[in-house]
């Protein structure tokens, strides 16, 4: 059974950081590339990150360049997405995903499964 779980959230400050988790079960996760999304309240889901099946490829959306680093650790079957310079504009629910390849494109319809996803609120 195929899983992501994400992990990692809750309240920081403006200025402050958190570190995300998502762990892969019952998939060949060094095959797929991960993409973070998240979805505020009101608004559209919006991808934000994504890195390669290998991790040598990286990808961010343009609100977050310079503030996010996403990595992975295969022989943990764990994608990290670092968040620093958190803004409010940050605070939404945040999830992870996974497809089959060796490439990041951070589409949200290009994904084959989802986790249920991690809240990450910035207030001061």
């Known amino acids: 059974q195929v899983q992501l779980v994400e992990s990692g959230g809750g309240l920081v400050q403006p200025g402050g950081s958190l570190r995300l988790s998502c762990a892969g079960t019952?998939?060949?996760?060094?095959?797929?590339?991960i993409g973070w999304f998240r979805q505020a309240p009101g608004k559209e889901r919006e991808g934000v990150s994504c890195i390669s099946s290998s991790g040598g490829s990286t990808n961010y959306a343009d609100s977050v360049k310079g503030r996010f680093t996403i990595s992975r650790d295969n022989a943990k079957n764990t994608v990290y997405l670092q968040m620093n310079s958190l803004k409010p504009e940050d605070t939404a629910v945040y999830y992870c995903?996974?497809?089959?390849?060796?490439?990041?494109?951070?589409?949200?319809?290009?994904?084959?499964?989802w986790g249920k996803g991690t809240l990450v609120t910035v207030s001061s």
């Open positions: 019952g998939f060949t996760f060094d095959y797929y590339f």
């Open positions: 995903a996974a497809a089959l390849g060796d490439w990041v494109l951070l589409k949200g319809s290009a994904m084959d499964y």
